[in-house]
Structures are given as C-alpha cells and as structure tokens.
C-alpha cells in the first residue's frame, strides 16, 4: 500500500510562490495517473491538476500559474504555485487515482492580501 506525505505549504502574501511536494513510501513507476486537490475553508474538495500518463490538466483558475510535475526516480509529485491569490488558500492534497485510490494527509498554503 503507497502512503502519500504532502509538504511544503506555508504562509505567504499575494503574488508569492510556493512549490508542494508529495512523497510517496512506495515506487510510483507503475502509477499512472496522480491529482492535486486542494479545499478551501467551507468549501468542497477540488481538483486542482493532475497527470495522467503524459497529460497534464489544470483547472481554469490556476492555469498558466501552477505547474504540476513529478520524478518518479524520488517517487514524488509536486506543485509549483506562482502568483499565489487569497482563493488559492486552502489545505492540497495529492491523490493516486484508483485502482490505488490513495490520500496524502495535505499541506496547508494560506496567502494573505
């Protein structure tokens, strides 16, 4: 079973960047389809990008600012976040998509006005 461990959020004011990372215990060769989600206070969780096989998806909202990646030699996925808003805050998730279906804890980014 891969455990999934989100860091590198933190507090930051408009415009800044931030980059997630998430490391999974396990190889991540054979997983071919892994997400960001993130979930603002008293809202739903969202998708925010994810790569499957070689294509990449992004929501509107942070198109052209995040760039999700990953380096399965570190079995890890990042998210690079750039230009940071107030309605980016929230707590990111990453995600292995089933058969897996797994969960990391997430990593809180806050950005103040």
């Known amino acids: 079973q891969v455990q999934l461990v989100e860091s590198g959020g933190g507090l930051v004011q408009t415009g800044g960047a931030l980059r997630l990372s998430c490391v999974a215990s396990?190889?991540?060769?054979?997983?071919?389809?892994m997400a960001w989600y993130r979930q603002a206070p008293g809202k739903q969780r969202e998708l925010v990008a994810n790569?499957?096989?070689?294509?990449?998806k992004y929501i509107d909202s942070v198109e052209c600012r995040f760039v999700i990646s990953r380096d399965n030699a570190k079995n890890a996925l990042y998210l690079q976040l750039n230009d940071l808003k107030p309605e980016d805050t929230g707590v990111y998730y990453c995600?292995?998509?089933?058969?897996?279906?797994?969960w990391g804890q997430g990593t809180q980014v806050t950005v103040t006005t």
């Open positions: 995600r292995t998509y089933p058969p897996l279906n797994t």
């Open positions: 396990g190889n991540i060769d054979g997983i071919d389809a």
């Open positions: 790569m499957i096989g070689n294509n990449i």
